[in-house]
């Protein structure tokens, strides 16, 4: 019998094809997708994971068989299909496990205009409907009415017009698509493929759509993933590097030596832009960005707003606020002119053209945004969650200065440093990231604090 609840998550559906998410399921989920949002019509786009075709055909079935027609987008990134959900106002079915091994494929859900479905905002009532459905053993199906639409294009000029490159110095990049889907839109965007050539001169890493991922895993939030794109923007004298992650999503950049940007210092540069055209609005940062990004934010004449880790809390404070621009540590970051939504691909235009018009280096631009010195997130394996942290509150308490429980446990000491330890949803993991104004309080600090979070790990033989 399958369980919903064990792969439909927090934000979205994500599990192994095809002993969790199958055709089935997927065709249930379609089904409990139009009657959760009312929809008549409904656009779907996949990755180029294998499963993708199988999965959204199944799920448009589902759909019809629901009364709704289908707009195919067929071949998509992610924020492809958050912009066609915005063009068009309609809900959306995007079909990716993003980041995740090849055995895994998920759906990611919107609302008409791209507006985030979550587990507060129908996600968890399209899991019971569609729990309902399978174990009744009958899930609906049709033949549905399908619209084949290329996006591709229109999303190309829609971002080329939102950042305009055109004037900007010669450039070099280096791009990692990670086998993703970077490799269908890079050329489209930052390339002369489908629109007219800009100032920049393209190194392609890995842009041969594979969802096997052959060469390394499509996340670039774990170093090791990183390694190519460092070496080779190193070898070609490049002046930038941008990776991918396997639905596009997300962004991440290193210099022209090859070190990693922080996604902090992104979200403070993409900040000052945005301000500079929307003089004294609303910026979203969630708890674990650097306490550099709040302060840039204020030192330009902006609103700082500190919200919860995850997309539908940042679109959802975006939407109540009029917030034009909300960043993440995970380097999600999430347009007004884009519905809200997050997109990798605009991120990099504007890293693009802040580089780009001017004569420094990356390394320079982003120094005056890198202003502490961070662990990055470090997970620990734990039996008990609630226990650790109430460990921790203690174990630090003469020393607090303030704390917040926001999302998790935020402690700001008297030295300067802070962190923040949250517990996973989905697995018994405690989450731990710390910053301080020198390396060696950092790394003094995190190992104080993994002390006490595995103190009960250390009994048991294991530390994750």
């Known amino acids: ?137 009958s899930v609906p199906d049709a033949e549905p009415e399908i619209e084949k639409r290329d996006m591709l294009g229109d999303y190309a000029r829609y ?8 004037g900007i110095r010669p450039l070099k990049v280096v791009v990692d698509a990670g086998n993703g889907m970077g490799g269908y839109t890079v050329p489209a965007v930052l390339g002369a493929e489908l629109l007219d050539a800009l100032p920049l001169e393209i190194v392609p890493l890995y842009f041969e759509l594979d969802g096997s991922f ?9 170093p090791a993933n990183l390694v190519d794109l460092q070496k080779k923007v190193v070898e070609v004298g490049a002046d930038i590097g941008l990776a991918f992650d396997g639905d596009a999503d997300r962004c991440f950049v290193v210099d022209a030596a090859g070190n990693p940007v922080s996604p902090s210092a992104i979200t403070g540069l993409i900040a000052v832009r945005e301000l500079a055209k929307s003089p004294g609005s609303t910026v979203i940062h969630n708890v674990i960005t650097s306490r550099a990004v709040p302060e840039i934010i204020a030192e330009h004449g902006g609103v700082a707003l500190r919200t919860r880790v995850g997309h539908s809390f940042i679109k959802g404070e975006m939407a109540r606020t009029g917030a034009i621009f909300g960043g993440e540590h995970s380097a999600h970051y999430y347009f007004a002119d884009f519905w809200r939504a997050d997109t990798g691909m605009l991120a990099a235009l504007h890293v693009l053209a802040a580089l780009g018009e001017q004569g420094r280096t990356l390394a320079q631009i982003s120094a005056q945004y890198e202003r502490y010195v961070a662990s990055g997130e470090i997970n620990s394996t734990v039996d008990d969650q609630t226990e650790r942290i109430a460990a921790i509150r203690e174990a630090f308490a003469s020393r607090t200065q303030s704390i917040d429980e926001l999302d998790g446990l935020t402690v700001d000491l008297s030295d300067g ?26 790394a003094a600090l995190r190992d104080e604090a993994l002390a006490v979070i595995r103190a009960q790990e250390s009994k048991n033989g294991g530390v994750a």
């Open 1 to 137: 019998m399958v369980n919903l609840a064990a792969f439909v998550k927090a934000y979205d559906v994500r599990g192994t094809y095809p002993d969790q998410l199958d055709e089935n399921v997927a065709r249930a989920l379609g089904v409990a997708f139009v009657e959760v949002t009312g929809a008549s019509r409904i656009v779907t786009a996949h990755d180029m994971r294998e499963s993708g075709p199988a999965l959204a055909g199944a799920f448009a079935r589902g759909a019809g068989a629901a009364g709704a027609t289908v707009v195919d987008a067929g071949l998509a990134s992610t924020d492809m299909l958050y912009y066609a959900a915005g063009i068009l106002d309609l809900p959306g079915a995007m079909f990716t496990a993003s980041h995740n091994p090849a055995k895994y494929n998920g759906i990611k859900l919107c609302r008409a205009g791209a507006v985030a479905i979550g587990q507060d905002t129908g996600l968890t009532e399209i899991r019971i409907r569609a729990q309902e459905l399978l174990d009744s053993g």
């Open 417 to 442: 440093s802070w962190f923040n330890v949250r517990a996973s949803n989905t697995e018994p993991l405690l989450r731990l990231n710390v910053e301080s104004p020198t390396a060696g309080q950092m």
């Open 214 to 222: 052959p060469n390394h895993e499509a996340n670039p939030l774990e």
């Open 159 to 166: 971002l080329r017009s939102l950042v305009d490159l055109t």
